[in-house]
């Protein structure tokens, strides 16, 4: 599969639109983390990993917003894995109106984190070999961070 993963549809709901009757620009944001929460799952990360003593802390996420979304539209985002390394990946996403336009791009950092520190720590081998598993599966996929999204 040279492919991104692709979330469920999710609907922008009423209480995110802002005063000038489109999405606030943060919940750009929870659109991007719920789409995560669904890739997590599929990795290892899902809610019961926290009892592990263990969880991900976003480090860095850069949002490009290219085009507005209003109350009731549907979309999904696509998950890009660029790289990781034994406690931290990087990713990029899109998300795409049901339609099939692009409303928005996001990079985004996140690192492993032992919380009894809290400090950055090696992830199980287990979601590492997890992590090789998605990024074989998307094959070649060329990086595509999102300051070139917003360019062209």
């Given amino acids: 599969m040279n492919a991104p993963f692709r979330s469920s549809l999710m609907t922008v709901k009423p209480e995110w639109i802002d005063f000038n009757g489109h999405l606030n620009m943060a919940y750009y944001s929870v659109l991007f983390d719920q789409a995560v929460d669904e890739v997590y799952g599929q990795l290892g990360f899902g809610p019961d990993y926290q009892k592990t003593g263990c969880t991900t802390y976003v480090a860095e996420f850069h949002i490009c917003y290219l085009r507005e979304l209003h109350e009731g539209d549907r979309v999904n985002a ?3 894995l660029i790289d990781f390394d034994e406690k931290r990946f990087h990713s990029y996403q899109e998300l795409y109106h049901e ?8 990079e985004g950092l996140t690192l492993h984190v032992d919380q009894s520190g809290p400090r950055v720590a090696p992830m199980p081998q287990n979601i590492r070999d997890a992590l090789e598993a998605l990024k074989a599966r998307q094959g070649a996929l060329p990086p595509k961070p999102a300051s070139a999204a917003a360019s062209g």
């Fill in 78 to 80: 696509a998950f890009h």
């Fill in 99 to 106: 339609d099939g336009w692009l409303a928005a791009t996001a």
